[in-house]
Each structure stands twice: as C-alpha cells, then as structure tokens.
C-alpha cells in the first residue's frame, strides 16, 4: 500500500509562496497552491489515485494555516 504525505514548503517560481508537496513513497505527486485570485488549486503531476479523507484534511488544514477560504 502507497504512503502519502504531505510537506509545507515555498515555492521558488512563484515569489516563494507557501504550498504543499503531496508525495506518494517519497515521489512527488502533485501539489496544493493558492491561485493568484486566492483560491486553492491542486495540480497534478500525473494522474494519481488518492486517499479522499487524506487529502480532503490537508486541504482543509492548509486553508486554515494560509490564512484564506477555499
């Protein structure tokens, strides 16, 4: 069985605004972002399949930490 986590991180192509990594056994997967109108976004890498609740809690959890609604 795959092992997702997640790793809060800047990045460097966009002012180094926060976002966060979603690895699959250590590969990177794809990540969640804030949009430049202050939406959140996932962007895929590949196409992947993902554990809802999981995901459903980092997204949540980064919202709240980022300061801004989803």
Known sequence: MARWTAEITNDPESDYALCVELLEDAQ???RVE???DGTLR???YAP???????LNGIVAR???ESGGAM
Do not use: D, L, Q, T
Not at 48 to 54: A, D, F, T
């Open 28 to 30: 990177h997967r794809g």
């Open 34 to 36: 804030r949009a430049p």
């Open 42 to 44: 996932i962007v895929w």
């Open 48 to 54: 992947v399949s993902v554990p809802w609740e999981w």
């Open 62 to 64: 980064f919202a709240r």
